[in-house]
């Protein structure tokens, strides 16, 4: 595997944003996953404004904690087949294209470009993208209290995950 060239360098210098969809599928498998998540102020670049997540109290994206992240074990990610949409698809963006300067070692980074990314890890990382925008969009406008946003998005990612078949 090409990370094993690596220290996990991108579990450590990135904030790990995530949709209510890569948190119901951790809120499965951990029981007390609100240690490991956050709704963090949007001081990142690039973010993208329809996940802005507003409550009475709350002005953030939904993210786990980071720096390093939260699930890194001995540089080892400890929840990797429930590890969310966008650290299965680095360093590839949800275009499936290479991300402009990807931190990953020189060998590595010549590696991923001729591995290229997983179609269906793209397509379901789009669609869920896709929803996680229209679930932001009912919470803010009910804007309800903080402590009740990661329930609600866990509700709505269940249902939509029926509903649209990606279970
Ligand atoms: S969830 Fe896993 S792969 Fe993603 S940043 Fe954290 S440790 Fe790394
Ligand atoms: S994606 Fe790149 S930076 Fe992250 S662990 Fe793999 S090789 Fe390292």
């Known amino acids: 595997m090409i990370c094993e060239l690596c220290n996990a360098k991108c579990c450590k210098t990135f904030i790990v944003t995530i949709t209510a969809f890569d948190l119901f599928r951790i809120a499965e498998h ?7 998540v956050e709704i963090r102020k949007p ?5 993208d404004e329809r996940f802005l997540i507003e409550c009475k109290e709350c002005h ?4 786990i904690k980071s720096h ?5 074990k001995n540089n080892r990610c400890s929840i990797w087949p429930f590890a969310p949409m966008a650290c299965k698809l680095y360093p590839y963006n949800i275009e499936g294209k290479m991300v ?8 590595a980074k010549i590696l991923f470009k001729f591995k290229k990314p997983d179609k269906e890890i793209v397509e379901r990382a789009k669609k869920e993208n896709e929803l996680y925008a229209l679930i932001v ?3 803010n406008k ?3 209290k903080r402590k009740d946003v990661f329930e609600f998005m866990i509700k709505r990612a269940k249902e939509l995950s029926s509903i649209h078949r990606l279970v």
């Open 68 to 72: 390093p992240c939260a699930f890194l």
């Open 43 to 47: 001081d990142i670049l690039n973010y």
């Open 137 to 139: 969009r009912e919470w």
């Open 142 to 144: 009910k804007k309800g």
């Open 100 to 107: 402009k300067n990807p931190v990953c070692p020189f060998h």
């Open 30 to 36: 951990i029981k007390d996953y609100k240690k490991y």
């Open 60 to 63: 953030g994206l939904l993210a």
